[in-house]
Each structure stands twice: as C-alpha cells, then as structure tokens.
C-alpha cells in the first residue's frame, strides 16, 4: 500500500494527494508533525520535511520529483502536455506557484496564522500577515490574466501547474484568506477543479483548533 | 542568438550556464540588476528575477523548468538518466539543492556577504553568516556520503544533479566559503566537473569589488 507522511494544509502535500487521486492511485495518509524531529522520521527523509511517499518500495521527498515521477511511471490521466513548449510552461508555473506564490502569500498567510500556533512558536507576526494579504491579490490578478486566454492555467489542457495553484489556493481558502470576488475567471477555474473527484479528501480535511468556513467544502461557494 | 539574462555568481544562472555549455548551445550573457527592477526587465518576466533566457524566441523562466526543457529539446549530452527512478533522484537532488542548500547555505553566506553590498542593502548579518557556515558543514558531509558510493550524486551518470551542487558550491568557492578539506571525494567530485569545458567561463567571472581568491579558478586547488 501507498503511504504519504503528510500535514493537511501542506500546500505540497495536498498538491501529491490531487495529483494521486487524478491518477486513481491508493494512498493511506499518515500525518507527520515533522517539526518535532521525531528521528524515525528524520530517517525516512533527510531533508525533514513533507510529503513523504512511500511508493514503489522506495521514500521519495520533494513534492515536484514525486509528481513528475507518478506523471511518468502512471501517465494515464496525462497531467503534462507532450510537447516541450507545453511541459515548460507547466512547470515554470508549478515553480512560480511552489516558489514565488509560496513565499509571498502562503508563508505569510497560512504559516503565520495556523502552523505557528502548531509548531508553538508563538503569535502571527502582523507584518507578514498584511504583507501576505496585499500580494494574493497580485496573485489572483496574474491568474487573471492567463486565465482569462487560457482554458487552464498552462494551456488547453488541465496538468500540474492546475493542481500546484489549487493546492496553496484551497489551503489559504480553508483560513478563509481568497476573496474570491476578486475575478470570476479564477473563480470559475476554482469551481471546476474543486469538483474534481480527487479534491474529495482535501475537502474533508479538519485541523483540530481551526474549524474550516462553511464555504471551504461547498462545491457552489 | 540565445540570450540570457543573468548575474554572474547566481548559482541559478550558473547551472543554466554549465547546463548550455555541456549541451555546446552559444549563448550571449546580458548582466542583470534585477533588484533595481528596470521595466524592460519586468515585462520579459514578471516573477522579476535571473535567469531569463531568450532561445527559439521565447522568453523563458525559472532555472529548473528552463534546464528540463533544455534537456528535451537539446538530449544531447543527456543529463538526465532515462528511467523514471534515476530521473526522481536527478530532480530530487536539484530540489535540495535549490531550496534547502539554497535557504540554508547559499542565502546566509553569498547573499549575506555579496549581494547585500552589490544592492546597498547594508551590512551581512553575522547570526546568518554563522548559520550558513555551519549549514555547510552538514551538506558536504551528506554530498560525501552520496559520493561514497555513487560516482555522480545522483548516481552513475553526470546530471543536472551535479550541475545545481557545482553552481551552488562554486559561487560559495568565489568567496573562500566551501571547505575543500572537509572531504577527499567530494572535492575529487569538484575537481572533475570544474575541469569541464563549461565550467570555463564560470571560472572567468569577475565581481567589481570582490576579486576570486587564488584557488577559485585553479583546476589543481
């Protein structure tokens, strides 16, 4: 059986767990305080941190080598293009997502309001918070602009940068911090990939002291 | 003529440069102060950052997205093995280095000492200087013990694995902070790949106000 060690706000678990149940791939979930350095832990990633999937008989880390890797050994459903043009852009936007957006918005959203009372290292830094709320507008406005041309966010076809987006967007939605009346097009876009059958898990995610808005799991937010 | 926007002791732009240098691809260097964010600039990419790369007329990108289309649309060299495990370790080792040696080291070290007086942005912070140092120690151990027993990092073929460490550790070696007596096959390691021809006009770089030390360009250090 396939196990992910996972956080259910993890942006880059919750991207592995879309991307698995796309492909329809079984994966017992097993959450990993990972901060608390439990060394068995530790032995299973060097790196320690999440995702963590046990696949294969192999550990595999790093969220984006684990989603190429199951976009290769199980390509059906195809989550890439197949032109190199096409894979480009792809990942390009999976970086800007996993990289950029991660350290302007979520990092200074959802870190600083939930993982920080988890980890126990204290109060939201405000600075962070306000910082963080000014450039997810940015954000959502450049989403926008490529969705307002483009039927997914990489192209004509649904692939990894999609779930990448739809990974930090749903986790910074169950904190309630995407005003979604920012731009019907991104909204729609949140719609459609939020009915997706593999989003069904993330949406029933629960984290104990921070109980989601109705609006999270609604497919008609 | 491809065209990439760089500036020298960026170990991104570096591992494009060594990566258009194996694959014997010509490319014109255009230096970019991206930190003073000239318009032009941002227009050619919005994520305001090097590299950039002009090439079959796009403006592409993203350091890892720009080497993984590199890598499909130019396969000769390969620098990628061909099965779906090897390519895992490749991309796995290129996010570590990236992202964890790339917060952990590259950041608290260069960043601190170079690029702070390059933007005017005052002086390095010692606390992080001390962190980086110490990070150091621990990555080239774990390099040792992958070299231990693998003949590339990420395993028996030269990779894009070991172009992201060699950019990384050679912009640290500009600025004496790589330890080369830590480890006898790790820096057998560097001594091979900075022995390549597309290593020359890394080991050619010049920064106004912090001339290389001695060794830096030495291929017997």
């Given at each position: 059986m396939n196990r992910l060690f996972h956080v259910p706000l993890?942006?880059?678990?919750?991207?592995?767990?879309l991307v698995m149940g796309e492909k329809r791939l079984e994966v017992e979930l097993v959450e990993e305080r990972y901060w608390e350095q439990d060394p068995d832990f530790l032995r299973r990633n060097p790196a320690a941190k999440v995702p963590v999937l046990k696949m294969d008989g192999k550990m595999m880390a790093e969220s984006s080598a684990i989603c190429e890797y199951l976009e290769e050994q199980y390509p059906d459903p195809a989550l890439m293009p197949r032109d190199a043009d096409g894979r480009y852009e792809v990942r390009r936007l999976v970086a800007w997502f996993d990289d950029k957006f991660h350290h302007e918005v979520t990092a200074k959203l959802l870190y600083e309001r939930v993982n920080r009372k988890l980890m126990g290292t204290g109060y939201p830094d405000s600075s962070n918070v306000k910082a963080g709320a000014k450039a997810i507008k940015y954000h959502l406005d450049y989403m926008h602009w490529l969705l307002d041309h483009r039927r997914w966010l990489a192209g004509d076809v649904m692939s990894l940068a999609d779930f990448a987006a739809a990974a930090h967007l749903s986790a910074l939605d169950y904190i309630s911090d995407v005003d979604w009346n920012r731009s019907a097009v991104v909204k729609d876009w949140y719609a459609?990939?939020?009915?997706?059958?593999?989003?069904?898990?993330?949406?029933?995610?629960?984290?104990?002291?921070?109980?989601?808005?109705?609006?999270?799991?609604?497919?008609d937010f």
């Open positions: 993890s942006p880059f678990c919750r991207k592995v767990r459609t990939i939020k009915s997706r059958p593999a989003f069904r898990a993330i949406l029933a995610d629960q984290v104990p002291g921070f109980p989601p808005p109705a609006h999270y799991a609604d497919l």
